[in-house]
Nanobody, 123 residues
Framework: QVQLVESGGGSVQSGRSLRLSCAAS????????MAWFRQAPGKEREGVAN???????RYGDSVKGRFTISRDNAKNTLYLQMNSLKPEDTAMYYC?????????????????WGQGTQVTVSS
């Protein structure tokens, strides 16, 4: 049974940092493209960052230069380091897995999703 469990969310002031984690189990983690998405109230879900099996990364325009995605295949864990947080980063953040080695420059086709972790940034 595939499970993705996010942690690390919280409430912080603008300019501070948070690191999200996603613990994966039930599949061969290292073979999957992994990603972080977010969804704010009243807005569509947005791709934040993805990383393929070989470590190549892609970021959404709104987080480039501030967020860093990484993965530890030995620990089956995905991370999102978020620096210089802004109020507009406030959202529920979700971890997702796609059953391909490569993310193929796409935000679609993700097979598994976590329950999410809330990030709230105050000004």
């Amino acid at each position: 049974q595939v499970q993705l469990v996010e942690s690390g969310g919280g409430s912080v002031q603008s300019g501070r940092s948070l690191r999200l984690s996603c613990a994966a189990s039930g599949y061969t983690y290292s073979n999957y493209c992994m990603a972080w998405f977010r969804q704010a109230p009243g807005k569509e879900r947005e791709g934040v960052a993805n990383i393929d099996s070989y470590g190549d990364t892609r970021y959404g325009d709104s987080v480039k230069g501030r967020f860093t995605i990484s993965r530890d295949n030995a620990k089956n864990t995905l991370y999102l380091q978020m620096n210089s947080l802004k109020p507009e980063d406030t959202a529920m953040y979700y971890c997702a897995a796609r059953g391909r080695y490569f993310c193929l420059n796409s935000w679609s086709g993700f097979d598994y999703w976590g329950q999410g972790t809330q990030v709230t940034v105050s000004s």
